[in-house]
């Protein structure tokens, strides 16, 4: 067996040596070394393989497979022998997720990296590496200030020797600057920084360089330097084939020709990014450069490939948040052995069986979409799991400044809504709301430890004895997603001392995946809004604010196939501007915009809710009224051309009018007459109203 082992650290050895200049050998030897490993149940060389397959998978741009590969490196980190690797997999795991874009999951990944280090006294190499990777992730939250805080913090680890994270290191106070707006010390490291890169000849560090050269131009103004770089930069990365901080650059290029209104240029780029994306797998960023597109064709009043881009970007944001999802479930399922390792107090066979059941939880929280059935689910699962007498879901309102429990259920029994103010200093989730903490207490009882515990709650002992609900151990824990914290769960026991520090682990599992449902589920919600929004946003007429012709075109067969199946009224009216080509050709187009949009204004103002308008196209007017009494209807025209005489003119010169041509259905009595027909006798009334002379009005009175 000593041989193999010899063979494993040989392996290792070979596979670190060719890591980042030959990656096709790299992960052929990693491979071989994880069955070699897997064969001989060598802990060090599972850990080592599964971990240099994470590092080979994040520099190609796999970032889920990276954390999957992670993720089973750090199971192997509990074993003693290997407790000092844990920091580097959690800053792998960090970095990863830094590309991935989850900063602030990031950022505790690579704190809990330095509070190991600190506390076991070992890998104090990799200190300043660390800060450096926090700062990175503290400047894609714009947080520059906390960023240069961090690197001077861990200065004393500097090891000067290290020139790539000399480097790394100028060029994160160049972002930094830049953020800050210290143009001049901004410019000053990314030279210092250039220098060390041509120096080390390091290519990533250049791209960066490149790149602040880029922000820095387009922050001071001079957008023809910046335009240089920024294609410079993304020229190299594909020529070089490295992908290293490509999205970041390509989505700030993109944001950069859109504000300059280089449209097209952006639209090309774009579809080379979604390309280069797919074919990297790079399945969390595709979903953001079609909001990008959608963006621009709304810009461009292109609303039809605007939906269809927005539409594609939601569902990939669900389709990415679904495999998300799934992969924390294989996350969850590989940590099995690590909760199993640390259950205390409970048989080996309890725990699995426990941790079964929190899995199949899972599943149920991840296929659900229906909010009222997940409350029940949870309910009922965690009554059977933790023993519990009560269980409650609160929502954080911050425009109202309140916590919306949105269920609780006690004995059984759904007990309704509640509302909680922020500013209720009594209140143990107000605390939870604030604090971004688990509040935790296995004896009420126990005033003077809870006082001690939480001092920031202002309860008195009169209050848990007069208005409590007798529950005895009470866990609310806080619902946190990548972003923010968006809500608790309560669950209270009537017995004392119910949850162990091992019911603790699993609630927090629980309470993870709960926030990303919750996320998912709102997220639907504003979905369907948003569809809803830009669906109106495209039949509305930009210039004078009503409906178009888009939407006559959409609605008018829906509303006279309805007047037909319901025996409605049905009246249909063209209406048209006299004088109005004059006034164009005379005055400008301004002028006549300005006569459209005070003529649309006349129409809502004279129908108000009773009936639809339609801009049917240059100076023409539709309205339709279903469902109104005719003697109504025509008060309502009548009113229009009384007001049309006197609505807009120039000086003595020229009035603009309006003429009117209308056809009336009594009782949807038109089943015979196809639409195009019916808008015909409109059409038909008004060339004869205008005929007739100017600011007249032509009615029809269709029966079959």
């Given amino acids: 067996m000593s041989e193999i082992n010899n063979q494993i650290k040989s392996l290792v050895l070979e596979i670190e040596d060719v890591l980042f200049s030959d990656y096709a050998q790299a992960r052929r030897k990693a491979e071989h070394l994880l069955d070699l490993s897997n064969e001989a149940n060598d802990v060090f060389g599972i850990y080592k393989a599964n971990n240099l397959l994470g590092i080979l998978c994040s520099d190609e741009g796999r970032i889920d497979e990276a954390l999957n590969y992670y993720t089973i490196a750090m199971t192997y980190t509990s074993i003693n022998e290997l407790r000092k690797e844990k920091p580097v997999v959690l800053n792998n795991i960090g970095t990863a997720l830094i590309i991935k874009q989850n900063y602030f999951e990031a950022i505790e990944n690579l704190s809990n990296a330095l509070n190991l280090i600190y506390e076991y006294d070992e890998r104090k190499d990799m200190i300043f590496t660390l800060n450096l990777n926090i700062a990175d992730a503290y400047l894609h939250i714009n947080q520059p200030e906390e960023a240069i805080k961090v690197i001077e913090r861990a200065m004393p680890f500097y090891d000067a020797e290290e020139k790539e994270e000399g480097a790394v290191m100028l060029a994160t106070f160049a972002y930094a600057y830049i953020l800050l707006k210290d143009y001049n010390r901004a410019f000053e490291y990314i030279l210092l920084c250039e220098e060390a890169a041509q120096n080390m000849q390091y290519v990533v560090i250049q791209i960066l360089v490149d790149y602040y050269k880029a922000k820095y131009f387009e922050m001071t103004d001079a957008h023809d330097d910046a335009m240089y770089f920024y294609e410079k930069v993304i020229k190299n990365q594909l020529d070089g084939n490295t992908f290293y901080y490509y999205n970041q650059i390509s ?332 006034l164009n050709d005379q005055y400008g187009h301004q002028e006549g915009d300005q006569c459209l949009i005070t003529f649309a204004d006349l129409l809502k103002r004279t129908i108000g809710n009773l009936g639809h308008i339609y801009r049917y196209g240059g100076d023409e007017f539709s309205l339709l009224f279903v469902g109104l009494e005719r003697e109504v209807v025509l008060k309502l025209l009548e009113e229009i051309m009384i007001l049309s005489r006197q609505f807009y003119s120039v000086g003595d010169v020229l009035k603009v009018t309006a003429s009117m041509g209308v056809v009336s259905v009594e009782n949807g009595n038109c089943k015979n007459l196809p639409l195009n027909a019916f808008v015909n006798y409109a059409d038909n009334a008004l060339y004869i109203a205008k005929n007739e002379g100017k600011n007249t009005f032509k009615f029809v009175d269709y029966s079959e």
Avoid at 289 to 310: P, R
Avoid at 449 to 458: A, D, I, R
């Fill in 251 to 582: 989505l700030d290029f993109i944001a950069f020709l859109k504000r300059n209104q280089h449209m097209d240029k952006a639209k090309r780029y774009i579809e080379q990014s979604i390309k280069i994306a797919t074919e990297k797998s790079w399945h969390w960023i595709i979903q953001y450069y079609y909001k990008a597109l959608s963006e621009i064709y709304a810009v461009e009043n292109d609303w039809k490939n605007a939906m269809t881009s927005v539409n594609t970007y939601f569902e990939l944001e669900q389709a990415y948040k679904h495999k998300s999802n799934l992969l924390n479930l294989n996350y969850f399922k590989i940590q099995e052995k690590v909760l199993m390792m640390n259950v205390k107090n409970r048989s080996l066979n309890d725990s699995i069986h426990r941790l079964k059941q929190v899995n199949n939880i899972l599943k149920l929280i991840n296929a659900t979409s229906d909010l009222n059935a997940l409350i029940e689910i949870l309910y009922n699962s965690l009554k059977v799991l933790f023993n519990i007498d009560t269980f409650a879901l609160g929502i954080y309102d911050d425009h109202q400044q309140f916590i919306h429990y949105i269920a609780k259920y006690e004995n059984g029994v759904s007990v309704g809504e509640s509302m909680i103010s922020y500013q209720n200093e009594k209140s143990f989730s107000v605390f939870v709301m604030k604090s971004e903490k688990p509040f935790i207490i296995n004896d009420i009882s126990d005033f003077s430890g809870l006082q001690e515990k939480y001092p920031n709650v202002k309860l008195v002992v009169e209050d848990i004895i007069n208005y409590g609900n007798h529950s005895q151990s009470i866990v609310i824990w806080p619902l946190i997603t990548e972003s923010r914290s968006i809500g608790l769960i309560n669950c209270q026991s009537l017995t004392k001392n119910l949850f162990t520090d091992f019911d603790l682990e699993l609630i927090e599992m629980l309470a993870a995946h709960l926030a990303v449902a919750l996320e998912n589920y709102q997220q639907k919600s504003e979905l369907n809004e948003a569809i809803i929004r830009l669906n109106r946003l495209s039949f509305l007429d930009s210039l004078t604010n009503v409906y178009n012709r888009q939407a006559f075109n959409e609605y008018l067969p829906q509303f006279y196939q309805k007047a037909i199946d319901e025996e409605q009224n049905l009246i249909f009216a063209m209406v048209d501007l006299d004088n109005f080509k004059s």
